[in-house]
């Protein structure tokens, strides 16, 4: 594994310098947690839209059918998913943090959910990942880099194992550019979203760390400027919902 700048860790939920330690654990508690209603919490509290953004991502992710896709913080599978109806790719490396939700995404595979692309599944922290130099050819990644009390780390890793000539395609929640629309989401981020966790998992203040984390996250503008650090280039996005999601492609 080559060498990596050490980096100052940060604190999630406030975008301040923290232990990693802080909000890696709040991370695994929270999501092994709700794992098994994490995919009916993405439908309702999005009222559907979470489909639309996989689909934008889908249309700007230059997966080939060649391809070694590696699905980076891949969750319950959702991307994984998409990627194989869309894409089918060679194979499909699906990796988190947090054993449960692989746990559902197994489930989606034994149901045939991925239909006849081959997948495997590994526990992977993405600020040490696991896998050689140049070994992938895409790496999708979605609600995953807010999570990382490192994120410069993650992202020099990622570039680390993507193959010359790959790309990061990257959703992820971000800043409405319309002061009132942004106004909108903010209000609808610290009261709904802790409402709508609650009411379907049960775990209201996990919910409210999910929502602070999205106000402490930088906008597009900003996780471009970190891709860019890590090394990437030809980095663009697209907005989607009037930039509440956006999905960003950045190049090795």
């Given at each position: 594994?080559?060498?990596?700048?050490?980096?100052?860790?940060?604190?999630?939920?406030?975008?301040?310098?923290?232990?990693?330690?802080?909000?890696?654990?709040?991370?695994?508690?929270?999501?092994?947690?709700?794992?098994?209603?994490?995919?009916?919490?993405?439908?309702?509290?999005?009222?559907?839209?979470?489909?639309?953004?996989?689909?934008?991502?889908?249309?700007?992710?230059?997966?080939?059918?060649?391809?070694d896709v590696l699905d980076i913080a891949g969750g319950t599978g959702d991307v994984s998913r998409?990627?194989?109806?869309?894409?089918?790719?060679?194979?499909?490396?699906?990796?988190?943090?947090?054993?449960?939700?692989?746990?559902?995404?197994?489930?989606?595979?034994?149901?045939?959910?991925?239909?006849?692309?081959?997948?495997?599944?590994?526990?992977?922290?993405?600020?040490?990942?696991?896998?050689?130099?140049?070994?992938?050819?895409?790496?999708?990644?979605?609600?995953?880099?807010?999570?990382?009390?490192?994120?410069?780390?993650?992202?020099?890793?990622?570039?680390?194992?993507?193959?010359?000539?790959?790309?990061?395609?990257?959703?992820?929640?971000?800043?409405?550019?319309?002061?009132?629309?942004?106004?909108?989401?903010?209000?609808?981020?610290?009261?709904?979203?802790?409402?709508?966790?609650?009411?379907?998992?049960?775990?209201?203040?996990?919910?409210?760390?999910?929502?602070?984390?999205?106000?402490?996250?930088?906008?597009?503008?900003?996780?471009?400027?970190m891709m860019e650090e890590a090394g990437f280039h030809d980095i663009t996005w697209k907005n989607?919902?009037?930039?509440?999601?956006?999905?960003?492609?950045?190049?090795?």
């Amino acid at each position: 594994m080559s060498e990596l700048t050490t980096t100052h860790t940060i604190d999630t939920a406030t975008g301040k310098e923290a232990p990693a330690e802080l909000s890696t654990e709040r991370v695994k508690a929270i999501f092994s947690s709700i794992a098994r209603k994490y995919e009916l919490f993405n439908a309702v509290s999005s009222f559907g839209a979470y489909r639309r953004w996989l689909d934008g991502m889908m249309l700007q992710a230059p997966i080939l059918p060649h391809h070694d896709v590696l699905d980076i913080a891949g969750g319950t599978g959702d991307v994984s998913r998409w990627v194989a109806k869309a894409k089918r790719p060679a194979h499909i490396q699906c990796t988190d943090l947090v054993p449960e939700m692989l746990e559902v995404a197994r489930a989606h595979k034994a149901r045939g959910d991925f239909g006849n692309v081959p997948i495997d599944f590994d526990v992977v922290d993405a600020q040490n990942i696991p896998y050689a130099d140049e070994s992938y050819d895409i790496i999708t990644m979605a609600y995953g880099i807010r999570n990382m009390p490192d994120r410069p780390r993650a992202l020099a890793e990622m570039y680390r194992v993507l193959k010359p000539g790959g790309a990061l395609v990257c959703l992820e929640f971000s800043t409405p550019p319309n002061p009132a629309w942004r106004m909108l989401y903010r209000f609808y981020l610290k009261h709904l979203i802790p409402f709508w966790g609650g009411l379907i998992t049960g775990d209201k203040a996990g919910f409210v760390y999910l929502a602070e984390s999205i106000r402490a996250f930088p906008d597009q503008r900003g996780l471009a400027d970190m891709m860019e650090e890590a090394g990437f280039h030809d980095i663009t996005w697209k907005n989607y919902t009037g930039g509440i999601a956006a999905v960003h492609v950045a190049e090795k």
